[in-house]
């Protein structure tokens, strides 16, 4: 009798456990909790999941039989794997299945590794006026002439003493109310939600009540713990979406909850579960808090330690597909046209609705959406930078996985999102990956000898100033790789239409002698933990050509329909942006022409904009009037779009950047 | 080595599993979930647990050792256990605790058995307005032009036709929100809480809306569903309060919770299951419903089934102690001065908080508690009489096992609780039981010659008209016990003190030769299921003439805070109400005099109330006004209470029931 599951193990990590034969490896790993690379969500088209199917003897357990028990070798696997991998016992992690006992190793390339996210938030000048507030009463003690319940006991002192009337209670605190009024001795520290609900009542002074905005991208995740009595950023917490291990993009997640029954609720359930163990960091650390002595009077330091309890409040703003994937939302018509949402408006939700481990009568602020896949972030962005009250027309780029943009002013504002698609994330490019410790992040290249100098995310020194042993890079990150795409343009390595130039005198070009594509060495095998070059292939430049294409030609579209031919400002926004070299994204044309002093990063700027909606509850109607008042352009539907899409395609686009690459663009490029 | 738990077997149910050593065998009887009697809380003063340790062999047990196995005999078990029944094995549930392995004979009169609950519900005219309105709306389709979405368009349908506005949607419902618009091709019903918040959509026409009306009370639980639409109450399912296996009354089930720091978690989710099952219960049935045809045509009858997520509304009433327990607010401040609950006002709960498995958006309306142990059934039950209303003065008297009563008219209204004590229900009574099968309900007595005849719940004939062995009786049940007492009364065998007289001429007259306690056999023990004679004894009379005097001198107590020396009508209301002879409680002064004509019982009006708190949204305003209207009065604080008590312990109350007694009560007990 042959037993109906298959114990596999996992190495390095050595994750082990019994799994229902025939499903796929990359399967395997997810329920054993191993986390394998596949960004194309399953679909054989990336070849990132490549594994090796190992021999072994672990406890009992005995593993010789190795191809018998993956499943015989599919057609397709030979474009990912070569016949010295083959014959190494190398398949593809999302083709190869488990017909029996399996010892895998997972290369590093193919381990889904922590991201560096780098989030910081910026100083804001923010009004601080909380959705929930805090208020310290003194309430009479109940007797034969006064016997009122303790609730009506309470809504009396905070009617007498503050003017707040018709309150309701959430019953977690109606449970702890009489209590908490006898362990205070009848004082007590309420905290009320929008002068509405009694969210929590702490005997005493009580210990402060903290808020986390979180903003949720479609790869990675940041949450601001805040005071929400000071305002003041306690701490600045991030990790992967849990969800990157069902699809690198929006399309892909929203590909797995077609295709899986329960996908939807998988994707929700990784995701708060990820958010909770974010918060469980947060209440492990301690944190030092300034509390200012008097009005004048000097500042003291207090270490406090937050407890769950104290959470009393969440923003989240995410692109209309993490909202809906969040909220268990079909997100299927996002897609689609007329690509409506299931809902526009802003939601209260109770924590414990959502799973999310803080006091359970808090509410979560979701931020409302504006069309397509244009959500809660990009309410955020407006939130942040305020288009919306200003004269001058901004252009506001948020470079994430998913590319959202905003043009205009007090008078119009304009929102669309282009499929920059994930190759600015690492994806789809041949040595990508996302920018986490290896990765590439910085590249510059010498005109004249072509010799590369580059950094990597981890290690300090740039490697002409390090052993190249040391450098150990595994990969190009999307900062990287539009520096490279910059730097070889510059360095008139690849022309204007995006191909290598004929004359190639570096021993770092090369064509592949079976495939017949051009590449240029960026780092050397020697400089590598994975005992190759890494290269840009010409295909990698094609991607990120259509990737900056498809955001010059949106910036383009909108800009036509507001009736503008020049903006006064370009913000880039997203972890992203804050990374790249915007002179350099000028450079291949990423976006119009603007004079380069009015081209800024402004970092997480949806981030931002949660942590406002956090800490003022007027901007929270705000976000409303702005999701309502924002008018969705679909470019992929606009007149001339695949037309300007193509011509979109060369660099760099003179036309408009040309005035500002003196100095940047040696002469004998432009003059080519 | 001695494993750390035991198995253990009860018979005749056949349940069995491994329990930790050193609990009792009552806790190992919970466990297992095997109902053994303990209505005292395992305070070892009610004796109605004895069980009896059997030896036997089950599969690969043998069971032989006994004693050793239950530990040691103690002090106090003799109190209930003879010594002949102790040879047999007998011990005290609460008492014996498991040392190993045992096999355990539960009794029938130990046995929980199923309560028969009979509370219809009244014919009530009742204006339908339920906090739950469906709307029948037609969405455009959405498009390019219009692509607004699909949360918004329906509140833009509903806003168009019905004139609703600024409505919120629950989360579970926005979530398959785009699956039923598409389902219905934009056509669906909606469901609309008070207004405010969409809480059921359905394509099409949908399928209706029920709603429950539930009564909690001590001991019984009864549930209405009724037809939101057409206010008709389609079943009437009932059960235990399965919180009675902690102990009979509220004080009881308090120590409990005070005794165990999970208690009021287990006894609020042991009550909450048992609504899920009665829940269950009417799911699974097939109900036939009247539906009109067209304004004058004849009713069709439709057959149905209810789904849960079409039970979208429940109103919720219960003492004061109930309340705080299912809601698992702390409930011991309400029997200590100044006897204050956590809450007075109702409350709007979500399903979903409390894991009632109905439609998870629906609200649960919690009646108000007005104060001490009266709480929303009182409401509900003022709700139904309306004495403020009125100008007539009623006096209310709601029997259950906790008493509670209401007195005044439209100027002023009072309530007070009266602490009947478990006798009314069968508990501290020597025969005594539940009003279940088996149970003594009515008896009556020949004045001359002293034979009794007897009625049996579950039996038909009366003794008189039947065998002897097939009355197959088991105890008393608060209604028999009533009458028995009253028909010793008015036969002469007790004394207005209430001691039996010392003319005694029937055989049924005895005293027991040890304990000296005088008694009189109501069943021979040819007549029972339990093989010996079934005697009121006359500590039973005793503890009846201290729930009497206890109701009554509550009653006077109030009227005389009310001023006033008469009442213009008396209601009894409750279960035990529906079953009690007026006419004989009157006799043995129960209540102040009062023309008998206008002394009727009410039934479950609690119930009643509650079922108009459901159909009918202002009468949920009524109710809070009603709670905050009504004046509590704390009888055992009030200047001689203790003194009016003693008083009113003799029987009958001649200077109240003297006039109306004509033709009940023998000459020659009158002329005494």
Request: aromatic share 8%; glycine share 8%; hydrophobic share 40%.
């Given at each position: 009798m042959k037993s109906k599951t298959a114990m596999v193990i996992f190495q390095p990590s050595g994750r082990r456990g019994r799994v229902p034969l025939g499903i796929s490896i990359v399967e395997a790993s997810r329920r054993l909790g191993v986390d394998i690379e596949a960004p194309c969500g399953e679909k054989q088209v990336c070849g990132k999941c490549k594994i090796r199917i190992e021999q072994g003897s672990f406890q009992k357990l005995n593993i010789e039989s190795t191809y018998s028990h993956a499943g015989p070798w599919q057609s397709g696997e030979e474009k990912y794997i070569s016949p010295e991998e083959k014959e190494k016992g190398y398949r593809m992690g999302c083709v190869a299945t488990v017909e029996g006992d399996l010892l895998i190793f997972v290369p590093e390339a193919a381990r889904a590794g922590k991201q560096v996210v780098s989030k910081a938030p910026r100083p804001l000048d923010i009004t601080i006026n909380p959705a929930v507030k805090q208020y310290a009463v003194e309430l009479v003690p109940p007797s034969l002439e006064d016997p009122?319940?303790?609730?009506?006991?309470?809504?009396?002192?905070?009617?007498?003493?503050?003017?707040?009337?018709?309150?309701?209670?959430?019953?977690?605190?109606?449970?702890?109310?009489?209590?908490?009024?006898?362990?205070?001795?009848?004082?007590?520290?309420?905290?009320?939600?929008?002068?509405?609900?009694?969210?929590?009542?702490?005997?005493?002074?009580?210990?402060?009540?903290?808020?986390?905005?979180?903003?949720?991208?479609?790869?990675?995740?940041?949450?601001?713990?805040c005071d929400l009595i000071s305002g003041q950023v306690v701490d600045t917490l991030s990790m992967m979406n849990p969800q990157v291990k069902y699809g690198e993009d929006v399309v892909s997640r929203i590909s797995f909850h077609m295709e899986n029954p329960d996908g939807l609720k998988r994707m929700s359930t990784d995701l708060v579960d990820g958010l909770n163990s974010l918060i469980d960091q947060a209440l492990s650390r301690e944190y030092t808090l300034s509390t200012p002595n008097g009005i004048d009077g000097p500042q003291t330091d207090q270490v406090i330690r937050i407890q769950a309890e104290d959470i009393l409040d969440v923003s989240i703003a995410g692109n209309t597909a993490m909202h809906h994937i969040l909220l268990q939302l079909n997100p299927e018509p996002l897609g689609v046209i007329p690509f409506t949402p299931s809902v526009h408006h802003s939601l209260d939700i109770k924590a414990h609705e959502l799973g999310l481990k803080i006091n359970p009568a808090a509410h979560i602020f979701v931020l409302p959406n504006e069309a397509g896949f244009v959500g809660g972030d990009n309410v955020g962005v407006i939130l942040a930078e305020e288009?919306?009250?200003?004269?001058?027309?901004?252009?506001?780029?948020?470079?994430?996985?998913?590319?959202?943009?905003?043009?205009?002013?007090?008078?119009?504002?304009?929102?669309?999102?282009?499929?920059?698609?994930?190759?600015?994330?690492?994806?789809?490019?041949?040595?990508?990956?996302?920018?986490?410790?290896?990765?590439?992040?910085?590249?510059?290249?010498?005109?004249?000898?072509?010799?590369?100098?580059?950094?990597?995310?981890?290690?300090?020194?740039?490697?002409?100033?390090?052993?190249?042993?040391?450098?150990?890079?595994?990969?190009?990150?999307?900062?990287?790789?539009?520096?490279?795409?910059?730097?070889?343009?510059?360095?008139?390595?690849?022309?204007?239409?995006?191909?290598?130039?004929?004359?190639?005198?570096?021993?770092?070009?090369?064509?592949?002698?079976?495939?017949?594509?051009?590449?240029?060495?960026?780092?050397?095998?020697?400089?590598?933990?994975?005992?190759?070059?890494?290269?840009?292939?010409?295909?990698?430049?094609?991607?990120?050509?259509?990737?900056?294409?498809?955001?010059?030609?949106?910036?383009?579209?909108m800009m036509r329909k507001l009736g503008v031919d020049r903006v006064d400002s370009v913000k880039v926004a997203g972890a992203f942006g804050s990374h790249v070299d915007c002179k350099l994204a000028l450079v291949i044309g990423m976006f119009p022409d603007c004079a380069i002093d009015n081209i800024v990063s402004v970092g997480n700027a949806a981030g931002d904009g949660c942590r406002i909606a956090l800490l003022n509850r007027d901007k929270r109607v705000e976000a409303?009037?702005?999701?309502?008042?924002?008018?969705?352009?679909?470019?992929t539907l606009e007149e001339n779009f695949q037309w300007q899409l193509m011509e979109a395609i060369h660099l760099p686009h003179m036309t408009d950047a040309f005035d500002h690459l003196a100095g940047v663009v040696p002469e004998h490029i432009l003059n080519k």
């Open positions: 009122a319940g303790d609730f009506e006991r309470l809504c009396a002192a905070l009617e007498k003493q503050y003017g707040l009337k018709s309150l309701r209670i959430d019953l977690s605190v109606l449970r702890t109310l009489h209590d908490t009024l006898h362990t205070g001795e009848w004082k007590v520290t309420v905290m009320v939600w929008m002068d509405q609900e009694i969210v929590h009542v702490q005997p005493g002074p009580g210990s402060g009540m903290f808020g986390l905005a979180i903003d949720i991208g479609t790869t990675t995740v940041a949450a601001y713990l288009p919306h009250h200003q004269d001058q027309i901004q252009l506001i780029i948020d470079i994430g996985t998913n590319g959202e943009l905003v043009v205009g002013n007090k008078d119009r504002l304009i929102c669309s999102s282009c499929a920059t698609g994930p190759a600015l994330e690492g994806a789809q490019i041949e040595f990508g990956m996302r920018a986490a410790p290896g990765a590439i992040e910085r590249v510059t290249i010498d005109p004249e000898t072509h010799e590369v100098d580059f950094k990597v995310i981890g290690k300090d020194p740039w490697r002409s100033y390090a052993n190249p042993e040391d450098m150990k890079t595994k990969g190009i990150c999307g900062s990287g790789i539009l520096d490279a795409m910059a730097q070889l343009f510059l360095a008139g390595i690849i022309d204007k239409s995006g191909a290598f130039s004929k004359h190639q005198f570096s021993n770092r070009f090369g064509i592949h002698p079976e495939t017949d594509i051009k590449f240029f060495v960026l780092a050397w095998a020697k400089e590598t933990s994975i005992e190759k070059d890494i290269v840009i292939t010409q295909q990698d430049v094609r991607q990120i050509q259509l990737a900056k294409a498809s955001i010059y030609t949106g910036c383009k579209l409303d009037w702005i999701a309502n008042n924002v008018q969705y352009m679909e470019l």
